[in-house]
């Protein structure tokens, strides 16, 4: 209970109740914030029962983070901030620019359900790839040996997913 020193003893003896009372609310309100708060926290740190994660503890609000905490985080960082991380490519499905991580490398030849990208209508501008409106920026050739080359595109996965269940880019998802 909080201790005041400079209230006389008569006025302190007053005021107890309504002290404990009020710590006894803020008891309560934290309580029911921390079970809101549960299912957040078991998202945050997958795999861990309530008896394993680590209590609230007020106390350490302005304590530093370990050495190893640190490391982590700047590792993580630098991880997320690389060159390699913050690469780009373009889609060669919808002509949009993604981060390189969200995109994947499919043979040519592999595209699912491609006649999802034969236009309706072909127009003289079209430049055309076995059929298909595609982006040319998005178009790999790599060549493996000398005589033989392989075409590759680079699709979001997201419309890879798409196209493998034969949706288009305009279907709604409901």
């Known amino acids: 209970m909080l201790q005041v020193t400079f209230v006389p003893h008569q006025l302190q ?72 991380a913050l690469e780009s ?21 592999r595209i699912p359900h491609q006649h999802l990208l034969h236009p309706w209508k072909v127009h003289p501008a079209h430049q055309l790839t076995q059929g298909m409106l595609l982006e040319p920026a998005g178009i790999l050739m790599l060549a493996e040996f000398a005589e033989e080359s392989k075409t590759y595109v680079l699709i979001r996965q997201q419309h890879v997913d798409r196209h493998s269940t034969g949706r288009t880019a305009g279907a709604h998802h409901g």
């Open 13 to 84: 003896q007053l005021l107890e109740p309504v002290v404990r009372a009020k710590e006894e609310a803020n008891r309560t309100k934290v309580n029911r914030q921390r079970r809101r708060a549960e299912p957040e926290e078991q998202a945050a740190q997958p795999g861990l029962t309530g008896a394993e994660r680590e209590p609230h503890d007020p106390a350490k609000f302005m304590a530093l983070p370990a050495c190893a905490e640190k490391k982590e985080c700047h590792r993580q960082f630098l991880s997320a901030t690389s060159n390699k």
């Open 89 to 109: 490519s373009i889609c060669a499905s919808c002509a949009r620019e993604f981060f390189r991580s969200e995109v994947t490398e499919v043979e040519l030849d």
